[in-house]
């Protein structure tokens, strides 16, 4: 029965092992993946020397299993501070509570202990699925919503005109690493009106959240909507290269909206060659990035790459003033 019983932490360690880094915003914590692993390895293998407890426990099935759940809950509290620090002081509070209870209750030290495992896994076992399955360990969605507020520019100005106003507080992309993620997303929603207003395209919201990896962002055309995942934000060359390519998608699509490609005085004309190429790579548009090669040859991703390597040097350049 032992060696069954430290499944459950060793599947649970494997779990951990796609985790995100924990952000908690009402201390301005960060703690990185290799610390949460660590601390949980820590914790687990203190708990299960601790011998006594591990006795007391094993006399029965429900209790050895409430005795390997309830350490992974206990440890999992630590993403819910991510969403509610107080929401966490409340479970602790109550695992406190439901001790000293007990401890009058049951005199016998076997039976306290038991019945104190078995109920704290019962109690945890709330915000452990929240955090565990429903959250999947990742850190709170964050949104960026388009200000309507903001002065869309003229086509004809330039980019360097549209970033004026802008430069001295872009000037703390330098200083990504040690910013959080509220300040990033200030930065990301400059860098957002600016790209909006130099395309001439409508608002569009962003959403950082944890995505599968190797996916740093995706356009979704139907509620304008880029999903950008925190891997995509772990520098800022990184993050405007995504949101550049993202917000070019839109353009394409506004493009491609609005032009009738049907009408053959505008698919037969030069001008337009480019967004013709997209409106008809459109309508056999390879969505598999496991198709690597066949995903970024086409004519839409192309232009999209293209633009966001032009614009990150655009950016460093200012960077450089
Ligand atoms: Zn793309």
């Given at each position: 029965m032992k060696y069954i019983m430290i499944f459950i932490p060793v599947l649970y360690f494997l779990k951990l092992y796609n985790c995100d880094i924990i952000y908690i915003e009402t201390f301005d914590i960060t703690i990185q993946k290799n610390i949460i692993l660590t601390m949980y390895l820590l914790m687990t293998l203190l708990w299960f020397t601790a011998t006594k407890i591990k006795k007391y426990c094993y006399k029965n099935i429900v209790s050895a299993i409430a005795h390997s759940i309830f350490i992974i809950e206990v440890f999992s509290l630590i993403f819910l501070t991510q969403t509610s620090v107080v929401l966490t002081i409340a479970f602790l509070m109550i695992l406190g509570i439901v001790f000293i209870i007990f401890k009058k209750r049951f005199e016998k030290k076997d039976k306290f202990i038991k019945s104190y495992v078995i109920s704290g896994a019962i109690i945890l076992l709330v915000p452990f699925i929240y955090v565990s399955f429903i959250q999947n360990l990742r850190q709170p969605v964050y949104i960026i919503t388009p200000d309507d507020t903001d002065l869309k520019a003229s086509v004809f100005a330039t980019k360097d005109e549209i970033v004026s106003e802008y430069t001295n507080d872009l000037q703390k992309l330098l200083e990504w690493e040690n910013l959080n993620t509220l300040e990033k997303l200030e930065l990301m929603e400059i860098v957002l009106n600016v790209e909006t207003s130099y395309l001439g395209i409508k608002p569009i919201q962003v959403v950082l959240t944890g995505t599968?990896?190797?996916?740093?962002g995706m356009y979704y055309k139907g509620s304008r909507t880029i999903v950008l995942s925190h891997e995509a934000t772990k520098s800022y060359e990184q993050c405007i290269k995504t949101l550049t390519h993202e917000c070019f998608h839109a353009y394409q699509t506004q493009i491609m909206e609005n032009l009738?490609?049907?009408n053959e005085d505008v698919s037969g004309c030069r001008y337009f060659a480019e967004a013709y190429s997209w409106w008809l790579n459109d309508k056999n548009y390879?969505?598999?990035?496991?198709k690597y090669e066949e995903y970024v040859s086409q004519s839409i991703e192309k232009s999209a790459e293209k633009y966001s390597e032009e614009q990150i040097e655009f950016y460093k350049k200012i960077l450089d003033q």
């Open positions: 599968q990896n190797d996916i740093y009738d490609f049907t390879i969505n598999d990035v496991d």
